[in-house]
């Protein structure tokens, strides 16, 4: 079982340029999230999906767009690259909400210079 | 704002030693959930815990959710090198309709032969 896969593993950008995070999951499962996770700082959540159509923000959305067109794929995309940016992003899904754990991709680690 | 704290951020052992992280917050969690992540890696679900008071055996980790549902220990005995790893412990808030897990920061954990 493949779970949730996400590309790229790592990227360099360079300050203003834009670039799209892809995440896809084969579990069928409605709910997808987008963390980062910056050191000492645990995993902060930045957009959610409840189901194909349907995105909110989480606590730090500034800086990034989501799109669900399908059960399975959730991209996020940065438009204008900050150093601030820097992190690793990590995409989760789960089958329900809150209780249910989380499976994990294994992130792209993204360097903005 | 609900917060969870963990700690100690670092600890560093000797195989064999046992040991104990702490996750804890002044907030009431209906839940609790613990993650090992492997570094290059997403975090991966070890546990959850629901009710208070609650003890989980996996193996020689030893989970507990106190009885008010404030705070989770995490238990390990006779550590092995491959227990190394950021322990993560996480809760689900409940905002914009949905619950969302919030993480704490984690205890990096490194045990040498």
């Known amino acids: 079982n493949a779970g949730v896969t996400q590309t790229p593993k790592f990227r360099i950008l360079k300050i203003g340029q834009s670039m799209t995070l892809q995440c896809t999951q084969d579990?069928?499962?409605?709910?997808m999230y987008w963390y980062r996770q910056d050191p000492g700082m645990g995993l902060k959540l930045i957009y959610y999906s409840v189901g194909a159509g349907i995105t909110d923000k989480g606590e730090v959305p500034n800086g990034y767009n989501v799109s669900r067109s399908t059960t399975e794929d959730f991209p996020l995309r940065l438009e204008l690259a900050a150093p601030s940016q820097t992190s690793v992003y990590f995409c989760?899904?789960?089958?329900?909400?809150?209780?249910?754990?989380?499976?994990f991709g294994s992130g792209t680690r993204l360097t903005v210079v | 704002t609900q917060l969870l704290e963990q700690s100690p951020q670092f600890l560093s052992i000797q195989e064999g030693e046992n040991l104990t992280v702490y996750c804890n917050s002044s907030s009431v969690f209906s839940s609790l959930q613990w993650y090992r992540q492997e570094p290059g890696e997403g975090p991966v679900l070890l546990v959850t815990?629901?009710?208070?008071?609650e003890v989980k055996k996996l193996k020689r980790l030893t989970f507990q959710f106190g009885d008010a549902r404030k705070d989770s220990s995490l238990h390990i005995t006779a550590a092995q090198p491959g227990d190394t790893g950021l322990y993560l412990c996480a809760g689900p808030v409940f905002s914009g309709g949905y619950n969302k897990l919030i993480f704490g920061a984690g205890t990096r954990l490194a045990v040498h032969p």
């Open positions: 989760a899904s789960s089958y329900g909400t809150g209780g249910s754990g989380y499976t």
């Open positions: 815990v629901v009710t208070g008071g």
């Open positions: 579990m069928n499962h409605n709910y």
